[in-house]
């Protein structure tokens, strides 16, 4: 069964450098997503992208992050300057059609950042 | 503003038993309800959906869910549990015409001999 991967799974960082989280999705797959969650708390939403550009961000998703399909088959996550606050176990996730009626998403093992 | 409540961290459960995990939202129609799984290592895993029709969906791996509109309600349920079945439960909600989930904290679900 196809399935979503992501790497690294863990990613230790110091405070103010750059990381990227990278993502293939299924390969099918038109829709993607970034999702993540803090320790102990919710799943949350970041973004979603579709035809090369961002349809849906949240107010998580600030200037620091961003988000790439470099080539066919990745998508990455960055942030610019982590801060200790973005610690978290980062989601990608991918649909092959968009609306929840028609698109399923479905998610990889996740990223787990710690920021230092 | 929509959310999702998940009112056990973590339950345990005999092998052999059954089980009930809850799940309450809050949206001002009916939502996309979800139930994913997460083992230890693994991504989120769909289990079921409930988008409208019988309010009595059934999923993989033996899991049911019974959406009650009064009670704003998503439960899911397994007759009889297995030990494969520890695992990291997920209840998520999508309103209509987006496309990102809401997620609640989670129950973690463990299961003894």
């Known amino acids: 069964e196809p399935e979503v991967t992501q790497t690294p799974s863990h990613q230790v960082t110091q405070m103010g450098q750059e990381v990227i989280l990278r993502c293939v999705p299924i390969?099918?797959?038109?829709?993607f997503y970034w999702y993540r969650q803090i320790l102990g708390q919710k799943v949350e939403f970041l973004v979603s992208?579709?035809?090369?550009?961002?349809?849906?961000k949240s107010e998580i998703f600030d200037d620091q992050f961003s988000v790439e399909r470099p080539d066919g088959s990745n998508f990455t996550l960055k942030i610019r300057s982590t801060k200790l606050e973005d610690s978290a176990m980062y989601f990608c996730?991918?649909?092959?059609?968009?609306?929840?009626?028609?698109?399923?998403?479905?998610f990889g093992p996740g990223t787990r950042l710690l920021v230092l | 503003a929509q959310s999702v409540t998940q009112p056990d961290i973590h339950i345990t459960v005999s092998e052999g038993a059954s089980l009930e995990l809850r799940c309450n939202y809050s949206?001002?129609?009916?939502?996309?309800l979800f139930w994913y799984v997460q083992s230890p290592g693994q991504g989120l895993q769909l289990l079921l959906k409930?988008?409208?029709?019988?309010?009595l969906v059934q999923g993989i791996k033996g899991f049911e869910a019974e959406f009650k509109r009064s009670q704003s309600s998503f439960n899911l349920r397994k007759p009889s549990v297995h030990w494969s079945d520890a695992a990291e439960y997920f209840c998520?909600?999508?309103?209509?015409?987006?496309?990102?989930?809401?997620f609640g904290t989670g129950t973690r679900l463990t299961v003894i001999p």
């Open positions: 996730a991918s649909s092959a059609q968009g609306g929840f009626a028609r698109g399923t998403q479905y």
């Open positions: 390969s099918n797959h038109l829709y």
């Open positions: 992208f579709y035809n090369n550009e961002i349809s849906e």
């Open positions: 949206y001002g129609a009916t939502p996309y």
């Open positions: 409930y988008f409208s029709g019988d309010t």
């Open positions: 998520a909600v999508a309103v209509t015409g987006a496309n990102n989930l809401f």
